[in-house]
């Protein structure tokens, strides 16, 4: 891996691949955004990305999320389209997927549809960044206070409500909001 303004290179496995990114092990300290440099080991070939999270500890020191720039197949010389990411891609619902801090980890085709924002310009990013602008008829911003994402993560229920989003280019699209809390094999939210 590559420190914007102090090259350098450290060896370290890959413990989660996607599409857009991976999670690495590394005993070195890097800060949210930094950017990185993926290469497999014996490869020519590398992948710019972007450190979005660190994840905790993990031997033998912290376990980070990178998103990359690009799709990162060829890389990793692995198709990641599954089953389940046909499906989710496929669907004519936007479905977005973010963590406990609000982060975005996954951006489906019908959301980039729905609010003109790429993947790339969702991943890594944080949903009170005027990410989903979320309005009400007259087009007056929602409270960011209370949210239905907020109060699930809070409850753990699923809620639903009948909302706008603003499109990036500026109109408004009526949309059904529904926020389903995912939980880990423990039952905890995440």
């Known amino acids: 891996m590559t420190r914007v303004g102090i090259p350098s290179c450290q060896v370290t496995s890959t ?3 996607s599409r857009y990114g991976c999670s690495i092990n590394l005993p070195r300290v890097l800060q949210r955004e930094q950017k ?6 014996n490869r020519a070939q590398s992948v710019a990305g972007r450190v979005v999270t660190e994840m905790g500890a993990c031997e033998p020191g912290a376990l980070y999320g990178v998103a990359t720039d690009e799709p990162c197949e060829a890389l990793w010389e692995i198709q990641f389209s599954s089953i389940y990411e046909k499906v989710l891609d496929s669907t004519h619902d936007g479905v977005v997927v973010v963590d406990r801090e609000r982060r ?3 951006w489906n085709d019908s959301a980039e549809k729905l609010s003109g924002l790429a993947v790339r310009d969702a991943l890594g990013k944080y949903c009170f960044d005027s990410l989903l602008e979320l309005v009400d008829e007259a087009g007056k911003p929602l409270s960011k206070n209370g949210s239905l994402l907020g109060r699930a993560l809070l409850d753990g229920e699923v809620s639903e409500s009948d909302l ?9 699209v009526p949309i059904n909001l529904r926020v389903l809390p995912l939980r880990n094999s423990s039952g905890a939210i995440v």
């Open 15 to 17: 413990v989660v691949v």
């Open 36 to 41: 990185i440099s993926l290469r497999r080991t």
């Open 104 to 106: 975005v980890t996954y």
């Open 164 to 172: 706008y989003l603003r499109h990036k280019t500026g109109h408004q």
